[in-house]
């Protein structure tokens, strides 16, 4: 194994296709991906390239510091590896301030109850019953969260993920006061869902920089591989389930995904994730869409919370079922 360091640390000058030319091995030879791990804030992202460009599996490792703008485009990494490995995956400014700001406006027209809506499908802080924990079923109701939810920078990223043929099931409100938000505990979304197969994934949109002193969430790396683990109940409200202590232990470390606002994190069905409360005086709030694939079957046997959204592609049998069930509302 050899190491060196890139010449180009920490600039923003070359294009990884630029990289790759200056690389002194045959591109025939050359299988490359780019991961990147959590750590600086606001979309500097420590990167790696791990280049396997031999048969002895000689790698070399290439520290690049790519801007936000850089990893926000699609050529640059194996993003489908990368969460296929990990069970999640964080892509910057995949939306901007702007688009987040309104939504965020919205979010106050609701909180201010300014916006009629259904009181059931909102929840509130225990600590503080005036402001939102979460909202359900906005794309439903504003089309603003559905034009961001259907927004073709957010699906061309999940489609790299899941593949063509995109539902969603549904959607939220995930927010967080400041000094009060209270905690998410551990657990598996699909634990609380009826489908199968076990193929899902949630966009974490972050309204606003979620960092680990205002309660961004954590996850644990591969926990996806273990499949669906037991879960028990919990008096936190809105997240009945949590991880037992005999499946926590299975599991390694966890890490922080921190997100700059108009950054997307996504989440597998079976990732391990939780939030800690928010102790900083920064709001963090996220609005979250939960997709499925065209391969998606109602497991559930009561009604519909939420009629699913037809995205593109091949409708799953989970859609088209759904024409038959009265949805509840
Ligand atoms: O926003 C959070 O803190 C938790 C969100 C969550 O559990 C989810 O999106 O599945």
């Given at each position: 194994?050899s190491m060196?360091?890139s010449?180009?640390?920490?600039s923003?000058?070359?294009m990884?296709?630029d990289?790759?030319?200056?690389?002194?091995?045959?591109?025939?030879?050359?299988?490359?991906?780019?991961?990147?791990?959590?750590?600086?804030?606001?979309?500097m992202?420590?990167?790696?390239?791990?280049?396997s460009?031999?048969?002895?599996?000689?790698?070399?490792?290439i520290g690049v510091?790519?801007?936000?703008?850089r990893?926000?485009?699609?050529?640059?990494?194996d993003?489908k590896?990368f969460?296929?490995d990990?069970?999640?995956?964080?892509?910057e400014?995949?939306?901007s301030?702007?688009?987040m700001d309104?939504?965020?406006?919205?979010?106050?027209a609701?909180e201010?109850?300014h916006?009629?809506?259904?009181?059931?499908?909102?929840?509130?802080e225990?600590?503080?019953p005036?402001v939102l924990r979460?909202?359900?079923g906005l794309?439903?109701r504003d089309?603003?969260?559905?034009a961001?939810?259907?927004?073709?920078?957010?699906i061309?990223?999940?489609?790299?993920?899941l593949?063509p043929?995109?539902d969603?099931y549904?959607d939220?409100?995930?927010?967080?006061p400041?000094?009060d938000g209270?905690?998410?505990p551990?657990h598996?979304?699909?634990?609380?869902w009826?489908?199968?197969?076990?193929?899902?994934?949630?966009?974490w949109?972050?309204?606003?920089?979620?960092t680990?002193?205002n309660?961004?969430m954590?996850v644990?790396?591969?926990?996806h591989?273990?499949?669906l683990?037991?879960?028990?109940?919990?008096?936190?409200?809105?997240n009945?389930w949590?991880?037992?202590?005999?499946?926590?232990?299975?599991?390694?470390?966890?890490?922080?995904?921190?997100?700059?606002?108009?950054?997307v994190?996504?989440h597998h069905?079976?990732t391990?994730?939780r939030?800690?409360p928010?102790r900083s005086?920064r709001?963090?709030r996220?609005?979250?869409?939960?997709?499925?694939t065209g391969?998606a079957?109602?497991?559930?046997t009561?009604?519909?919370r939420?009629p699913?959204?037809?995205?593109?592609?091949?409708p799953?049998p989970?859609?088209q079922?759904m024409e038959?069930?009265?949805v509840e509302r």
């Amino acid at each position: 194994m050899s190491m060196f360091r890139s010449p180009w640390s920490a600039s923003d000058r070359y294009m990884f296709s630029d990289v790759f030319r200056a690389l002194p091995v045959p591109l025939p030879y050359l299988s490359a991906s780019l991961t990147y791990g959590p750590g600086q804030r606001h979309g500097m992202k420590k990167s790696i390239l791990h280049s396997s460009f031999d048969r002895e599996e000689t790698c070399v490792y290439i520290g690049v510091d790519y801007p936000k703008s850089r990893l926000m485009r699609g050529e640059t990494m194996d993003r489908k590896q990368f969460f296929s490995d990990n069970g999640y995956l964080s892509a910057e400014g995949v939306f901007s301030e702007a688009e987040m700001d309104d939504l965020m406006r919205r979010v106050a027209a609701l909180e201010g109850q300014h916006t009629p809506f259904p009181e059931g499908d909102l929840k509130w802080e225990p600590s503080n019953p005036s402001v939102l924990r979460n909202a359900f079923g906005l794309l439903h109701r504003d089309p603003a969260f559905r034009a961001v939810a259907t927004h073709p920078r957010l699906i061309a990223i999940v489609q790299e993920l899941l593949g063509p043929n995109l539902d969603i099931y549904a959607d939220g409100l995930f927010a967080k006061p400041a000094h009060d938000g209270s905690v998410v505990p551990p657990h598996q979304d699909m634990y609380y869902w009826s489908f199968e197969p076990y193929n899902m994934l949630t966009a974490w949109i972050a309204l606003e920089d979620a960092t680990r002193e205002n309660g961004c969430m954590t996850v644990i790396p591969a926990s996806h591989k273990l499949g669906l683990l037991e879960h028990e109940q919990t008096d936190v409200p809105g997240n009945t389930w949590m991880l037992t202590q005999e499946a926590l232990c299975k599991l390694g470390d966890e890490i922080p995904v921190e997100l700059s606002k108009g950054s997307v994190g996504f989440h597998h069905c079976l990732t391990y994730h939780r939030s800690e409360p928010n102790r900083s005086p920064r709001s963090r709030r996220a609005y979250t869409v939960i997709f499925m694939t065209g391969e998606a079957r109602w497991t559930g046997t009561g009604e519909y919370r939420y009629p699913f959204l037809h995205v593109q592609g091949k409708p799953s049998p989970a859609y088209q079922a759904m024409e038959h069930v009265q949805v509840e509302r």
